[in-house]
Structure formats: C-alpha cells, structure tokens
C-alpha cells in the first residue's frame, strides 16, 4: 500500500518529478561518462608507456629503485627463470642492464643512459624496437653496434655509421671504453630517452660496464594490467628469501602516477560539486511535495496513521526518483561510453603537443568496467538519500494539528 502511494505520489507534479529525475538522469549519465573517459585513457596511457619499455612489473635487487647503483645486480640464473615460467599471467620476460657513463665523437660529448638489451627476447615484451627513426637494429646480444636516440644524434653532430667512444665506470670500480658503430636512432616522445639513450647488446652492456654476466632488472610483461597486484604478491613470496623484489610500473615510474593522480583528482572534485549539486535539487523537490501536502499528512495523522509509516512513504518518494535516474542514467551513459571506446577521440596540432608534453597520448579513451558505473551510481544514491533526509525530520516532527491547520 505504501509503495503504491509513493508511486502515485510522484506524479501528482509530473512536471517537478520528471525535472528531478531528469537531473538526476543527467547527474548520473555525465560521472559515468567522465569516469569513463578519465579510467579509460589512464588505462591506455599507462599501457602505452609500461609497454613502451618498463614492463608491467619489474625484478630487482631490493635498494635499486631508490638508489640505483651497478652494485645491486643480481645473476638471472635458472632458478629465477622457473619462478616466472611457473607463473601462468606472466606473458614475456627479459634481461636488462642499466648504467652511466659518456659517449663522444670527435670533440662532442655527452651523457649517455646505457641500457643493455636482448633484442631477441626484448621485442616480445616492449615497443622500443618499434621505434626506429632511422637506420636499423642490432641483431645479437654481443654486438659491436649501438642505437640511440635521434636528439643524441644530432647534439653529437654524428651520423648513422659513423664510430663513437662509449666510456663508463664498471661494477668493478675500473674505467672502461668500447667502440661502437651507430646502426641507427630511436624516436621515442620521451625526451629523456630521445636525448640520452644508448642501446646496446646485453653481453656487450656486461662487457662494458664489468658485470660478469649479471643483470640490473628483469622486465615483465602480463596481458592485463588488472592482473599485476596478484603476479606481484606471487612473485614477492617466491622471491622473498632472495633479495629480491618485484616492483610494478607505478613504483618504477612514481613521477608518471603521480601526474595521472593529480588529474583524476581534478575529475573527483568536478564530479563531487554535479553531485551535490544534484542533491540540492532533489531536497528542493521534496521539500516543496512534503510542504504542500503538510494538511493531508496532519488529516491522516490524525485518523491513526503511524509517523513512521508516513515518513516511510516519503523515503520510498525519494528513493523512486533516485533509482528512476540512475537506471536511465546508467543505460545512456553505457551508450555514450560504447560509442567512445569504438571511436576514440583523438587530438591533433597543439592539443597533442600539450598531451605529449605530460607524457600522455593525444588520444582519449573510455571504459565499460563495471566499477565506474556502480561507484557513480552509489555515490548519486547515497548523496540523493542524504538529501532527502532533511523533508523526511519534517515530517517526522509533523503534529496531526499543526498539518491540519497549515496553509
């Protein structure tokens, strides 16, 4: 009986009813859609850049993220290469070597990120082989040749074939020097890579850098970025007697994380401020019904109705409202959210230049995951209960005589 009369209640001012749930609708249909562009190209951002080259998580000694150093090394033994075969999620995995040191040509000189790699297992797992600018790729682990970035190329005042001096200081503490060929350059969109990678062979990096066969990292690559906080805990427990720790992309590239949160916390807020303000509408809407209907709530007080039913019957008011948004809401923005992640929207001219300047794709995606839709919803809900909890103490404070006499 109560549902029903909240029911008919409603529609007694369709026009108020639909402007609130309208609202509502439009509350709902807006968060899930910026959520979902927001999620959504976070999502593909971050998997652009772990697959770039950083790997969803990486192995190593546990020190060296914070303080790296040729020191924290560690042998990628067969025993290590079991751990991550027996882990199912794990779709590649590779070797690094990572140092410090000194490329010149003539009178130029610079510094250089020594990054050795095996280019047979590394094209599995990232992108950087991808992104030859010019020239081409060394093939083998021990080759005299190095790629490097198309910036460091060109402060160097060196061309593709030509012979560069590569200095560094070894795990040993020795001072070492090879010769090597450029075979080509990389252009990445990192400027940091761009102008200071050297890429060379991983036995050749050991060489150099008197590493005896020894390793900086392992990079990991998984399918899913959902799947990382498992395979992590998984390998953390096999590694823990080791000295060793896997790290996922968020600990390796805390700066990256950091720009994605201080974005989505700008969206949180926007998002917050539609909601309240939604809120204040519904409490409007049922104030104003409550208010009007003061001398029917004091007549049928006074024939014996129980407060509490009364005030139930404009809870079940407000919450039909509610849900009655939400519901639209949701199937719109599911709409809106398809059409984008079919047809993404991407950015030309300077909009992309200001992406790439902050390390994002000028590309914007959304998400269908389920999360986004139920957090919105929930959060328009509760802040739509809340709202309405201000008419229903009016009611519940209501005298049978005050209503009947109210005008």
Known sequence: MLIKLAWRNIWRNKRRSIITILAVTFAVMLSIAMRGLQLGTYEVNIETV???FSGYLQIQKTGYQKNPSLQKSFSFDQNLREILRKEARITGFTPRVVGDGLISFKENSAGAAILGIAPKTEKTLSEIMNKLNAGRFFQGDSSNEIVI??????????????????????????LGNLLFRIAGT??????????????????????????????????????????IPGVQNNLNRALQNSQLTALKWNEIMPDFEQTIQLDNIGGILFLG??????????????????????REFGVTLSIGMPQRKLVLQVFLETLFIA??????????????????????????GEFAELYAEYGFLPRLESSLKGHIFRNSSLATFIISILAGLYPLLKVYRLEPLKGIRYT
């Open 273 to 294: 401020i539609l909601v309240v303000v939604v809120a204040f509408g519904i409490m409007n809407t049922v104030l104003m019904s409550v208010t009007e209907r003061f």
């Open 149 to 174: 970035g198309h910036t460091l190329l060109a402060n160097l005042k060196v061309e593709i074939g030509d012979t560069v001096v590569v200095l560094a200081q070894g795990y040993d503490g020795s």
């Open 323 to 348: 849900l009655i948004g939400i519901v639209i809401g949701n199937i719109l923005a599911a709409g809106i959210n398809y059409y984008i992640v079919q047809n993404p929207i991407v950015f030309g």
């Open 50 to 52: 772990v697959n770039m």
């Open 186 to 227: 990389l252009k990445t969109g990192s400027r940091e890579f761009d102008a200071g990678a050297v890429f060379m062979g991983l036995s050749t990096a050991q060489d150099l850098l008197a590493m005896y066969g020894r390793v900086n990292m392992i990079a990991i690559s998984l399918d899913d970025l959902d799947d």
